[in-house]
Antibody, heavy 119, light 107 residues
Framework: QVQLQESGPGLVKPLQTLSLTCTVS??????????WSWIRQPPGKGLEWIGY???????YYNPSLKSRITISVDTSKNQFSLNLSSVTAADTAVYYC???????????WGQGTLVTVSS | DIQMTQSPSFVSASVGDRVTITCRAS??????LAWYQQKPGKAPKVLIY???SLQSGVPSRFSGSGSGTDFTLTISSLQPEDFATYYC?????????FGQGTKLEIK
C-alpha cells in the first residue's frame, strides 16, 4: 500500500522559510486522480488544511496562507514539497503530507513531522 | 470558507456504550463529508467517507449519516481501542476544513 514520509528541519528561525518534502513509495504520484496535500496541526489543537498539488503541477492553496505558500512536485523522484515563508511561532505544528482521493477523503497520511519556529 | 462545528467537544463513555458525535456545516455540503479518528502521536485515520460509506478495513460498529448541513458519527458499542479524538472534514469545496474535534474519553 501507498506510504508517505515527511522530511525536513525540525527547527526553523522566525521569518525564515520552512521547507518540507514528502516522499511517496509503493505508488506513483502520477498515477490516478489524487490531490497530494499538506495538512498541519498545532500542538494540542485541530487540523488545518494547507493546500494540494496535482501531479500535473496544478495547485490550490488555503487563502489564509496563500501569500506564503509554495507547493511543488517532482514526479521523477515521486516527491512533493512545501515551502512556507516568513514563519512565526504560530506556524509551529506537526505537518502531515497526505493523499486526497477523488471523494475528498484523505486515505493515506505520513507519520507527521513536528516543526518548531523559534530563535 | 465552510465552517465545521462538532459537538460535543468532549465525551466520557464506557466500553460497550453507544456514542454519537455531531458535525454541522455552515452551509450545505451535500454528502461531501469524512470522519477521522486520531490517536495521540499518530496521523488521522479515515473511518467514513461520503457521509455514510465505511472505509475498507474499518469495523462495522462505526457508521455515519446525514446530508446537507447536519451529520453524525455513531459508534454502536465502544471498544477500548476507540478512545481517541474524532474529526469531521468537509470535501465540498476548497479550502477543505475540519471540525475542532471531539475527544472520547474513558469514563
Amino acid at each position: 500500500q501507498v506510504q508517505l514520509q515527511e522530511s525536513g528541519p525540525g527547527l526553523v528561525k522566525p521569518l525564515q522559510t520552512l521547507s518540507l518534502t514528502c516522499t511517496v513509495s509503493d505508488g506513483s504520484i502520477s498515477g490516478g486522480d489524487y490531490y497530494w496535500s499538506w495538512i498541519r496541526q498545532p500542538p494540542g489543537k485541530g487540523l488545518e488544511w494547507i493546500g494540494y498539488i496535482y501531479y500535473s503541477g496544478f495547485t490550490y492553496y488555503n487563502p489564509s496562507l496563500k501569500s506564503r505558500i509554495t507547493i511543488s512536485v517532482d514526479t521523477s523522484k515521486n516527491q512533493f514539497s512545501l515551502n512556507l515563508s516568513s514563519v512565526t511561532a504560530a506556524d509551529t505544528a506537526v505537518y502531515y503530507c497526505a493523499r486526497g482521493a477523488i471523494l475528498g477523503t484523505y486515505d493515506y497520511w505520513g507519520q507527521g513531522t513536528l516543526v518548531t519556529v523559534s530563535s | 470558507d465552510i465552517q465545521m462545528t462538532q459537538s460535543p467537544s468532549f465525551v466520557s463513555a464506557s466500553v460497550g456504550d453507544r456514542v454519537t458525535i455531531t458535525c454541522r456545516a455552515s452551509q450545505g455540503i451535500s454528502s461531501w463529508l469524512a470522519w477521522y479518528q486520531q490517536k495521540p502521536g499518530k496521523a488521522p485515520k479515515v473511518l467514513i467517507y461520503a457521509a455514510s460509506s465505511l472505509q475498507s478495513g474499518v469495523p462495522s460498529r462505526f457508521s455515519g449519516s446525514g446530508s446537507g448541513t447536519d451529520f453524525t458519527l455513531t459508534i454502536s458499542s465502544l471498544q477500548p481501542e476507540d478512545f481517541a479524538t474524532y474529526y469531521c472534514q468537509q470535501a465540498n469545496s476548497f479550502p477543505y476544513t475540519f471540525g475542532q474535534g471531539t475527544k472520547l474519553e474513558i469514563k
